[in-house]
């Protein structure tokens, strides 16, 4: 059974920091790019950042870049989302997700291109 497990969300002021966990199980996890998306209220899905298998390339969205980052420990089966400065219009459910990498994808920003996915787990941020 494949499992994603994310952890170390909660309701914070803004400007501080979160790190969030991803634990995995039933998976090679070294096989897999991992991603982070979120879900506000009343919007779509986003992407927020990826990690390629070995951790050696990330891709950071936009709207987070400079304070959000990602890594990745393949010997613990996780994967980490560190949110610096937060903002209220960080408030979403932050879920992580497993992408099969091969030849021609080792890394994707695309909701479809992820196999397996966690429940996420919520972040508030108020001003």
């Known amino acids: 059974q494949v499992l994603l497990v994310e952890s170390g969300g909660g309701s914070v002021q803004a400007g501080v920091s979160l790190r969030l966990s991803c634990a995995t199980s039933?998976?090679?996890?070294?096989?897999?790019?991992m991603g982070w998306f979120r879900q506000a209220p009343g919007k779509e899905r986003e992407f927020v950042a990826a990690?390629?298998?070995?951790?050696?390339?990330?891709n950071v969205a936009d709207s987070v870049k400079g304070r959000f980052s990602i890594s990745r420990d393949n010997v613990k089966n996780t994967v980490y989302l560190q949110m610096n400065s937060l903002k209220p219009g960080d408030t979403a459910v932050y879920s992580c997700?497993?992408?099969?990498?091969?030849?021609?994808?080792?890394?994707?920003?695309?909701?479809?291109?992820?196999?397996?996915w966690g429940q996420g787990t919520q972040v508030t941020v108020s001003s």
């Open positions: 997700a497993a992408g099969v990498r091969s030849f021609r994808r080792e890394i994707s920003r695309e909701i479809y291109e992820y196999k397996y």
């Open positions: 990690i390629t298998w070995s951790g050696g390339s990330t």
């Open positions: 039933g998976i090679t996890f070294s096989r897999y790019y």
